[in-house]
């Protein structure tokens, strides 16, 4: 199966998903991994379509890795299943079938990318565009909000089992993935999924409780730190703002902490471009990208060798702070150009 099969973003099922159900109930030892620094989408889709397969196949070895050598994202572990998660650089297995989720190119995969390799057959479900494919069976829908969207929609075709875990699982995808419903991928088709996790048992309060109302102190404090850093430049339209390797030190604060630090930058006032650069260590400085309106920021991120969405992408630059805003802004400046006034563009 090729990217053929969801040509213009848009799947059909139950066609869609053949090879990959086929290939499936053919396997007898599968391994599901997202990808590296892992956040709701990649470790909910993981984890529910992890789940879904041991309720339907409990005669099957199916294990959920984890990209880096590292442990769940504290905000993450109330995911049922996560506890029992292994770094991919501890399985040694060489599975008959790898499923990659929410990764569009093999070096995402960290860690997890050495079990593909190895595997004897691959399937990738995801929601980014990918300039090229790392297997031949593929299904890629970038008109989905979430990789999570794509896995409920497997379990749906298939018959697999959804119970109240699993769907809280997706939901987390679904959730964060939207920004709670606030991003402009947040369409019928995300909400119609949403309500079918819902009637299946998902829990969206324990979700909103453990991801966004559980912050630790020392996070807050690295907040208020991005906040004071803040400036906009071109006419006000592009805002952004930064933290640097010693920040994380001194706050007290682990780099897995930090994803939702950018939402801090988008929600200024009138700004169409948010940027938010993390320094992990010294010489490595990862970017996150925000549009709130209808510029394509996508490009900008390919530019830099980082992919994603129109509205969300990502990339990862070597250099320093100051090198990096001194590459980033000139492009961001250039893409904003054709904007010929601020506008309010948030739901």
């Known amino acids: 199966m090729s990217t053929d099969a969801c040509r213009g973003g848009r799947c059909t099922a139950p066609e869609t998903w053949t090879s990959a159900i086929e290939h499936i109930a053919q396997a007898r030892t599968i391994a599901i991994s997202g990808h590296t620094n892992p956040d709701g989408d990649a470790l909910g889709s993981c984890l529910g379509l992890g789940l879904s397969l041991r309720g339907r196949y409990p005669e099957k070895d199916i294990v959920c890795l984890l990209a880096d050598n590292a442990e769940v994202p504290r905000i993450l ?98 959730v964060t993935d939207t920004g709670r419903f606030q991003y402009q991928n947040a369409d019928v088709a995300a909400f119609a999924c949403a309500s079918r996790l819902l009637a299946a048992g998902a829990d969206p309060a324990r979700i909103s409780l453990e991801v966004y109302q559980s912050q630790r102190l020392e996070y807050l404090r ?51 471009i948010a940027l938010f650069l993390k320094e992990v260590e010294p010489g490595e400085i990862r970017g996150n990208l925000r549009s709130k309106g209808s510029l394509d920021i996508s490009p900008v991120a390919r530019a830099l060798a980082g992919g994603g969405h129109a509205a969300a992408a990502g990339f990862t630059y070597r250099g320093s702070i100051e090198e990096a805003l001194d590459e980033i802004l000139p492009r961001l400046d250039e893409l904003v150009r054709s904007v010929e006034s601020p506008t309010l563009t948030e739901a």
């Open 77 to 174: 572990r109330f995911l049922p299943g996560a506890s029992e998660m292994i770094p991919a650089a501890h399985y040694d297995g060489i599975p008959d079938l790898f499923i990659s989720v929410d990764v569009p190119i093999l070096e995402r995969l960290a860690d997890s990318s050495a079990v593909a390799r190895r595997a004897r057959r691959a399937l990738v479900i995801d929601h980014h565009p990918a300039r090229e494919e790392f297997t031949d069976l593929v299904v890629r829908k970038t008109s989905a909000a979430a990789a999570a969207m794509l896995v409920a929609e497997l379990i749906d075709t298939a018959g697999f089992p959804l119970d109240a875990n699993i769907a809280t699982c997706l939901l987390t995808g679904i």
């Open 222 to 272: 690295l907040e208020s730190i991005v906040m004071g850093r803040i400036k906009t430049v071109s006419r006000g339209l592009v805002a952004y703002s930064y933290i640097h390797a010693m920040d994380l030190t001194e706050c007290g604060v682990t780099s897995e902490e930090c994803d939702g630090l950018v939402d801090i930058v988008r929600s200024v006032l009138g700004i169409e």
